[in-house]
């Protein structure tokens, strides 16, 4: 009797033990993983320099990029400029040729609409080929991890994450279809303020973006930054009153315009 009461403390000290070894190594996983999610980050340099963006310091957990893009009046604009590849680790002082960008800042289209343009830091995680794709590598998640410069603020995730266009909380004035043929309708006229969809029934991908081709700068917010397919969309609500002429970036011969009154 002795001996089985002996044999079954003896279990259940190691069962507690065991289960207190599991606990303690969940919460050691757990406690690594936040740590991991929130060691990335970027410091924007207060110092200037023409032409060039300079980051004071660059954390890594992963390898990936820097990328250099525009927001413009709150919104995605064009991605001007990709560091080098960066193994996982820190960095100091790394310094990122931009060109020129002494027309950034605020501006006037056709006297009627402020525009104010910045340049932001985004920290990207590899997708393991070495190479930057804004639609295959992955926005790094955690602390710090892109900043607008040149305050250093954080920029809110709509602005480097792009929307859904199945949001059904927006409005949407027109659709158009982009088929075989082209757009369709071609022309749609809608009010200031107001939002467009544009979906895909055609048998190729569709990447609706603002003319000029290929640079999109008409208009560098209206840009889908990516392609659908078929049945899938992209969104855009026009702020700015104009004639809005734009292409689909796969097929630059397939046009098409909004008027925004």
Do not use: C
């Not at 560091?83 to 027309?103: C, H, K, N, P, Q």
């Amino acid at each position: 009797m002795k001996k089985t009461v002996l044999t079954l403390v003896v279990l259940i000290v190691l069962i507690l033990v065991f289960v207190a070894f599991s606990q303690g190594g969940n919460n050691q996983t757990t406690e690594q993983e936040s740590q991991k999610a929130t060691n990335a980050e970027l410091i924007v340099s207060a110092e200037k320099e023409p032409n060039t963006f300079i980051l004071e310091r660059v954390v890594l957990d992963d390898p990936g990029f820097v990328a250099i893009q525009e927001v413009v009046n709150n919104k995605q604009g064009q991605i001007f400029e990709v560091s080098d590849y960066l193994e996982a680790g820190t960095y100091e002082d790394v310094r990122i040729f931009v060109g020129d960008t002494e027309a950034m800042g605020t501006s006037d289209i056709i006297g009627k609409f402020p525009v104010v343009a910045e340049l932001t830091a985004i920290l990207y995680s590899d997708d393991g080929d070495k190479g930057f794709n804004p639609f295959l590598d992955t926005v790094v998640e955690g602390a710090r991890r892109y900043v607008r410069t040149p305050t250093g603020t954080l920029v809110p995730d709509e602005l480097v994450i792009r929307e859904d266009f199945q949001d059904t909380d927006i409005p949407v004035a027109a659709t158009v279809t982009y088929t075989d043929d082209g757009f369709s309708p071609p022309t749609v006229e809608i009010m200031q303020g107001e939002t467009v969809r544009f979906v895909n029934k055609s048998s190729r991908p569709m990447w609706v973006a603002s003319n000029e081709h290929p640079a999109h700068t008409i208009l560098s917010t209206f840009d889908q930054f990516g392609v659908s397919g078929f049945g899938e969309g992209y969104q855009y609500t026009f702020d700015q009153p104009g004639n809005w002429e734009y292409h689909d970036h796969v097929n630059a011969s397939e046009l098409g315009v909004v008027i925004v009154r």
